[in-house]
């Protein structure tokens, strides 16, 4: 019988050691998951718009906030203090809730870009004309509207004066005034930065010296290109048609000339009253 307890803590002591390697086991497992976890949901502190920052605007105190943001996916540049992004220049709209990054602001150092060179898109140009007072300078176009550019100029060869959309689709960058001598007296001339490509640009350059320019404000999402022939004032008075412009032939051959049938000239005559046996009679004769 002696030989059965002995039995007993040798199988007692194998349950133990395999329970506490069972146990250490299970620690390890359970601990690696905790480190996993814990590691997927860090957070690191970064700076959010928590108002809406538009573009060209000085970014305050009030419009920023610092957030715990997952570590795993930071955005590359965010700035992680609020006292880095006080001060700083947007150059992109910031919504709430947007991370202020460091591409998206102005160089802290270096040369002092315009606020517009940001605005330009890839491949294109900004481009600024002086324009008609009424044509929406006055406070309905600003910048981000879309608009047409209008010529009036007097058409070639001719003094009638011909309007005629030459731009379809400009975004406007900015608005301002120069200050241009007229009868010798300063006068302040509004202007208008177009958003252009470089064929725009060459259209608008030579539009702007042939004649007045005028802007036509777009509804928001209507790109439609429209297909007109321009305007007269024949065209406005009477509403007849336009069409191309064309030069004049100098080389047509000219279209014969029907000729007015020839006159038969008359004979000149001679009418003598002769008298017979006392009877009058008259007779004609023809002259030399």
């Known amino acids: 019988m002696a030989a059965r307890p002995k039995a007993l803590y040798i199988f ?8 506490a390697l069972a ?6 497992y359970l601990k690696s998951e905790e ?32 957030v715990g943001w997952p570590k795993a996916s930071m955005p590359q540049g965010a700035l992680t203090s609020t006292d880095q992004a006080t001060g700083r220049v947007a150059i992109q709209t910031f919504m709430p809730g947007d991370p202020i990054v460091e591409a998206k602001l102005m160089p802290k150092e270096g040369a002092p870009f315009s606020i517009l060179t940001y605005k330009i898109p890839e491949g294109h140009r900004a481009m600024t004309v002086a324009v008609d007072q009424v044509s929406g300078v006055a406070g309905f176009i600003n910048p981000g509207n879309i608009v047409d550019v209008v010529l009036i100029a007097s058409t070639p060869g001719s003094s009638q004066q011909i309007s005629k959309i030459v731009l379809q689709n400009m975004s406007v960058l900015a608005i301002g005034q120069i200050v241009e001598q007229k009868e010798g007296k300063p006068v302040p001339v509004p202007t208008v930065t177009m958003d252009v490509t470089p064929e725009d640009a060459e259209k608008l350059a030579i539009a702007s010296t042939q004649g007045r320019l005028q802007l036509v404000l777009r509804r928001v999402g209507d790109n439609e290109v429209a297909k007109t022939t321009g305007a007269t004032v024949t065209k406005v008075m009477t509403g007849a048609t336009v069409g191309p412009i064309k030069a004049a032939p100098t080389s047509a051959k000219k279209a014969p000339v029907a000729k007015a049938p020839a006159v038969k000239k008359e004979e000149p005559k001679v009418t003598v009253e002769v008298y017979r046996g006392g009877q009058k009679a008259t007779e004609t004769f023809k002259g030399e």
């Open 23 to 28: 146990a250490y086991l299970l620690y390890n």
């Open 12 to 19: 007692g002591a194998v349950a133990i050691a395999i329970a």
């Open 35 to 66: 480190e996993r976890v814990s590691g997927a949901v860090a957070t690191i502190p970064v700076v959010v718009a928590s108002a809406e920052i538009p573009i060209g605007s000085g970014i305050n105190i009030t419009q920023v906030k610092t």
